[in-house]
């Protein structure tokens, strides 16, 4: 099957970039969106009408496109209020009953899904909280990581303030976290991937060399997808440390920003967005590059629009007076059902969460 490079829908409704994507626990029916503009957006990407109106003030739309209906948009469902600051990373529980949201806050929020009120706060960090995921049984802990090259592990349950755990090996900012089972990896800026085994006490260190920006655990736990600012990719064999296959292209360009990495079609391929600095886009858009797991072929270059037919992004003007190109730079993604549902969705720069799917 081919891989999907069609757009099933746009989820419209940010007023800043969306730095954060996630699906809901399986069957992934929902989608949530963290954004620059300090909230987080619940939505349903099953489109309830073919008919885009001007929901967010950070696009603007051209009069009379004849094609501005031709990607259906989802529908927003829920609005969650808190941050201060951006929305950085996002997590669900198993029974998609709560969430946690982390960013420039220095704080990680729980979320009640239903309510959407905030259940809990857990602040400690020393500076903005770039990951958060749920760890434990029954999800009854909460792992972050934060510019201030710490980890912190969170109970849930409990009713204290300060974390059960603080991991501190990192020389440099946290910037991405897996967890299975015991095991919490962690991935920092100083070029290394860190394995903690909590029960037993015990960190293993792989380093990479360049910075390392993103993380993303195959299913079985055996290989592990790293993202890094070498403009490479690497899947990297969890019992060895070596790595099993490099992903690049001359086009390619990852070197200042952190780009989200994911394995996706079960586990058919490897996705990454891109800094569109290597070749830019035209009218705003970015760009999608998928390879193939096991062979390291390039399956897809996808361009992915500003938003939907019709919309374009506001003039950005220069210190110099002069108008700027602007580029829709995809640095969150996920596919549902972690890696093995029939669609994903991307989003970055335009705020604008799009969504692909098999047909």
């Known amino acids: 099957m081919a891989f999907p490079d069609k757009p099933i829908a746009h989820l419209l409704g940010s007023n800043g970039p969306v730095h954060a994507v996630t699906y809901s626990a399986s069957p992934g029916t929902y989608i949530l969106a963290g954004s620059a503009d300090r909230s987080v957006r619940l939505y349903n990407p ?6 885009h109106g001007s929901s967010s003030s950070h696009i603007t739309k051209k009069k009379g496109d004849p094609a501005a209906a031709a990607v259906p948009e989802g529908r927003l469902v829920q609005t969650y209020a808190a941050h201060g600051y951006e929305v950085l990373s996002l997590t669900v529980t198993a029974d998609n009953a709560r969430f946690a949201s982390s960013g420039g806050d220095r704080s990680v929020f729980l979320w009640d899904v239903a309510s959407a009120q905030t259940l809990r706060r857990f602040a400690g ?31 849930v349950r409990a009713g204290g303030q300060k ?24 991935a920092s800026v100083d070029g290394r991937v860190r394995a903690y085994d909590v029960r037993a006490g015990r960190c293993v260190t792989d380093v ?3 910075s390392v ?8 736990g055996k290989a592990l997808l790293v993202g890094s600012l070498d403009s490479k990719l690497r899947l990297m064999d969890r019992d060895t440390g070596g790595c099993l296959k490099t ?50 072929e390039l399956k897809a270059k996808v361009a992915v629009p ?3 037919a019709g919309y374009e992004p506001k003039k950005l003007v220069g210190k110099d007076g002069k108008a700027k190109e602007r580029t829709n730079v995809l640095t969150c993604f996920a596919w549902r059902d972690n ?4 669609q994903y969705c991307v989003s970055g720069t335009s705020g604008v969460v799009t969504v692909f799917g098999y047909h």
């Open 339 to 342: 890696g093995f549902g029939d």
């Open 163 to 186: 974390p059960v755990q603080v991991l501190d090996d990192a020389r440099d900012a946290v910037t991405a976290l897996a967890v299975r089972g015991p095991e919490l990896l962690a």
């Open 247 to 296: 992903y690049s292209d001359p086009s390619w360009k990852n070197e200042d920003l952190r780009v989200q990495s994911i394995l996706g079609g079960k586990e058919q391929y490897v996705l990454v967005g891109d800094e569109m600095t290597g070749a830019p886009g035209r009218h705003g858009e970015g760009r999608i590059w998928a390879w193939d797991i096991l062979t390291g």
């Open 208 to 210: 990479v060399g360049p």
């Open 213 to 220: 920006t993103s993380l993303s655990l195959t299913r079985d």
């Open 46 to 51: 099953q489109p309830s009408t073919s008919i």
């Open 306 to 308: 500003w938003g939907p």
């Open 125 to 155: 960090h020393g500076a903005r909280v770039n990951c958060v995921s749920f760890a434990g049984d029954g999800d009854a802990l909460l792992v972050s990581g934060s510019l201030d090259a710490s980890v912190r592990v969170w109970d």
